[in-house]
């Protein structure tokens, strides 16, 4: 069983920066597949980012290349999302969720998810 908190999100203007943190509960961590994911009003939830258990592969939403960044920190259980630039479009509830698959864009892939932190970019 894997506990997800994330922290970090908030309001910020456009071409602002925001870091998003998922803490994990269990020993297991570093054997889970970690992913960000993100859900609009109205939508469904969007792959936005995942990490392999050791940091090796990472993978990303193409749109969001070089503005977002994923990295792990296993030592204490935790998940980043850098984001920068950020732009109006980005507003969403943010989840991080772990997975033992390696079909990463696919919310299918994870077993446990956090409940989530607002993000909202003003323009």
């Known amino acids: 069983q894997v506990q997800l908190v994330e922290s970090g999100g908030g309001l910020v203007q456009a071409g602002g920066s925001l870091r998003l943190s998922c803490a994990a509960s269990?020993?297991?961590?570093?054997?889970?597949?970690m992913g960000w994911f993100r859900q609009a009003p109205g939508k469904e939830r969007e792959f936005v980012a995942a990490?392999?258990?050791?940091?090796?592969?990472?993978y990303y939403l193409g749109s969001l290349k070089g503005r977002f960044t994923i990295s792990r920190d296993n030592d204490k259980n935790t998940v980043y999302l850098q984001m920068n630039s950020l732009k109006p479009e980005d507003t969403a509830v943010y989840y991080c969720a772990a997975g033992i698959g390696a079909n990463y864009y696919n919310t299918r892939n994870y077993n446990y998810w956090g409940q989530g932190t607002q993000v909202t970019v003003s323009s």
């Open positions: 269990g020993r297991t961590f570093s054997t889970y597949a």
């Open positions: 990490i392999n258990w050791s940091g090796g592969n990472i």
